[in-house]
């Protein structure tokens, strides 16, 4: 529950930082990223608490399962890769500011392709897809 308290706050201080300037779309995407990182926290925290209240578990919808580990594997996909594709941005460019402006958008991919990869695994494990038969 505090992970939450801690991610809804760096989001809010980054609103904060919008009075200077009118917000980009990126800036608008990295603040949807911090309020989602909110509210994955908050949901494993009040699964725990109610866990440790009642002492079982509670059903939860297998979408939403799938949904939240989603969200929830996008985050180290995105931020484990962020300082290997400023490094090699900023490498390929040559300059620091146009390799800072590009490796957000990278690494953006390979999280996205990291909650998809580990989603549709998690789908095929537990029997919900058939792998189509090549031959």
Do not use: H, N
Request: net charge positive.
């Amino acid at each position: 529950m505090m992970a939450s308290w801690a991610a809804a706050g760096v989001a809010a201080e980054v609103a904060d930082g919008f009075s200077f300037r009118p917000p980009s779309s990126l800036d608008l995407l990295g603040e949807g990223i911090a309020y989602s990182m909110a509210l994955v926290a908050f949901a494993v925290g009040a699964r725990c608490l109610f866990f440790a209240a009642t002492g079982r578990e509670a059903k939860i919808p297998r979408s939403i399962k799938l949904a939240t580990l989603g969200i929830g594997m996008f985050f180290p996909g995105f931020l484990l890769s962020l300082p290997f594709t400023v490094y090699f941005a900023g490498r390929l460019y040559g300059s620091a500011a146009q390799g800072a402006d590009t490796a957000p958008l990278i690494s953006l991919g390979l999280g996205v392709s990291t909650a998809i990869v580990f989603t549709l695994r998690t789908r095929k494990k537990s029997g919900g897809v058939q792998p189509p038969q090549l031959m």
